[in-house]
């Protein structure tokens, strides 16, 4: 709350030699100046500098905002807000290049970055990110929304996006890609395009969607790249952002082998056999399924943020390409709680009887992904029971304390009367 520390009598009018600002070196005292609606040589009042104080504390940057006034200088006594959030723009059309956040600052003096979930200038932001594109003809509705990452139940971030009209993505050109293929690729354009545009990620789903068709033909370096071409318009209803995209195809090699990290959780043998061609499957796929293979064998003990990077050696002479492979495995994680949900206590009783990975235990998603299906190959009850049902595994992962809490969840039933413990 803001209220005043030290004040003139109510009907002075005073002129302060100066006006400073405590307590939040995150801010300079023209960036508060401006914030506030303050002006040096500003002849004030009580009443007046009760109005700043309110004022700086509806931008909900603060948590207090008092204030002294010693016959000759005003200062601010500020306590930043305990709680801000990064601001990330998701779907919001601007051109290329275009510095949001700079733009956003010199509108909003206090806009740093971050944003209350609740406030001034929270709000400020969305009708600010509303007048930007307007000013490119483009009229549309933001909302901020408070986000948090995947896995996570914890607040991270306050997102911006366009609720309305729809962003989409609109490929304007392709080149680079020889005769034989251009019907597929534009096949593939076209159906990656009906995905909605993304400031992060539209550029990268167009380069992996061509790059995975080129890899399963085997041109193992094919290079592809998206970039945004022109500014966004507003037409037949939605936003289309406009993408050209540049395909260097390279040349075709033939697979010779991947050679899996020493002390790796999967044996060479078993990477081997995967890479025998079963059932007309193509190199590309071949070779995705590799990949996830060393990270589900990794992720089986516990690594569960593990990054496996394949990294190709080519011959071109020989016009072959092997693969040896990265592996960054991360932390080990946890069991925290396992808890069976929405089923009758009978269900409950009958997979708890089965279910072997205690809390503490590593976590072992490839366990977790079976559990249910080997659970009711054990039990004819089980089997009867879950005929026709969908189960749902809820993982929600502790980035700061390495575990996982676990609701295996039977979507199909009826809610039990007894609540899963």
């Known amino acids: 709350m803001a209220f005043a520390a030290a004040r003139p009598a109510v009907s002075q009018k005073f002129l302060p030699k100066t006006i ?53 200088d005003l200062v601010f006594y500020l306590i930043p807000a305990s709680q801000l959030f990064p601001a990330k723009f998701e779907n919001l059309p601007f051109p290329a290049g275009e510095d949001v956040g700079t ?71 392709v080149e680079g890609v020889s005769p034989t293929y251009q019907s597929k690729v534009q096949a593939i354009l076209t159906d990656a395009s009906k995905n909605p545009f993304d400031l992060d990620t539209s550029a990268d789903s167009l380069e992996r969607a061509v790059g995975l068709f080129y890899e399963d033909q085997g041109y193992a370096a094919a290079k592809v790249q998206a970039v945004r071409s022109g500014e966004a318009a507003l037409t037949a ?68 943020d593990c990054k496996v990077t394949p990294v190709p050696q080519f011959d071109d002479a020989a016009g072959t390409v092997s693969y040896s492979v990265n592996v960054v495995p991360g932390p080990v994680y946890h069991l925290g709680f396992v808890k069976f949900d929405n089923m009758s206590e009978a269900t409950r009783m009958l997979l708890m009887r089965y279910w072997q990975m205690m809390p503490g235990d590593v976590f072992n998603q490839s ?52 609540a899963a413990r």
Do not use: C
Request: hydrophobic residues 35%; neutral net charge.
């Open 237 to 304: 209803g939605s936003i289309s952002v406009p993408f050209t995209v540049n395909v260097q195809e390279g040349r075709l090699y033939k697979l010779t082998g991947v050679q899996v990290p020493a002390g790796a959780p999967i044996a060479q043998a078993d990477v081997n056999k995967l890479l025998e061609k079963p059932n007309g499957e193509n190199q590309g796929v071949r070779l995705r399924g590799v990949w996830e293979q060393i990270a589900g064998s990794y992720k089986a003990k516990g690594y569960l």
């Open 20 to 72: 400073g600002f405590q307590g939040d070196p995150e801010y300079s005292s023209q960036e508060l100046m401006e914030a506030a609606g303050l002006r040096k040589g500003e002849i004030l009042s009580n009443d007046s500098v009760n109005n700043v104080a309110q004022k700086l504390m509806s931008t909900g940057m603060f948590d207090g905002v008092s204030f002294k006034f010693d016959g000759q």
């Open 103 to 173: 733009n956003l600052h010199n509108q909003i003096p206090l806009y740093h970055g971050k944003v209350p979930a609740t406030g001034g200038l929270m709000n400020d932001v969305t009708q600010d990110l509303e007048k930007m594109l307007a000013a490119k003809g483009i009229q549309a509705t933001v909302t901020g929304i408070v986000s948090g990452n995947l896995g996570s139940l914890k607040p991270t971030a306050m997102t911006y996006s366009v609720t309305s009209p729809p962003v989409t993505v609109k490929v304007v050109g």
């Open 367 to 418: 366990y977790v992904n079976m559990f249910v299906l080997k659970a009711r190959g054990q039990d004819r009850t089980l089997a009867q029971t879950l005929n026709g049902t969908h189960i749902k595994n809820i993982e929600t992962e502790d980035l700061v304390n390495h575990t996982v809490n676990l609701v295996i969840r039977l979507d199909d039933s009826p809610p039990a009367a007894t």
